[in-house]
């Protein structure tokens, strides 16, 4: 069944906004870490933000001070807010839970930054 899904992608204008979110049918949502990753054309997988079952984050260089990523484990919610995107942010952007319980993914949601 599925256990991770993705929303709020679209077509942006470098420099706007979008918020993605990350719905879950996990049970015991809240021991999960749960990341965001993305993946545009010809390149690998990279993970964006993570957000850890404490509540703890990090995130890769080229994001930080413009995306933030958050939780709210009763709504079983994941977000990635995005500010002042770039054309490079352009990708397909995935959620992952990682926990003792096992891994799952999302199917995805394109973004695409472009004037």
């Known amino acids: 069944q599925v256990q991770l899904v993705e929303s709020g992608g679209g077509l942006v204008q470098p420099g706007g906004s979008l918020r993605l979110s990350c719905a879950a049918s996990?049970?015991?949502?809240?021991?999960?870490?749960v990341a965001w990753y993305r993946q545009a054309p010809r390149k690998q997988r990279e993970l964006v933000a993570r957000?850890?079952?404490?509540?703890?984050?990090n995130y890769v260089g080229s994001v930080k001070g413009r995306f933030t990523i958050s939780r709210d484990n009763a709504e079983k919610m994941v977000y990635l807010q995005m500010n002042s995107l770039k054309p490079e942010d352009t990708a397909v952007y995935y959620c992952?839970?990682?926990?003792?319980?096992?891994?799952?993914w999302g199917q995805g949601t394109q973004v695409t930054v472009s004037s």
């Open positions: 957000i850890t079952s404490g509540g703890s984050t």
């Open positions: 992952q839970a990682d926990g003792s319980p096992g891994t799952h």
């Open positions: 996990l049970r015991f949502f809240s021991i999960y870490a």
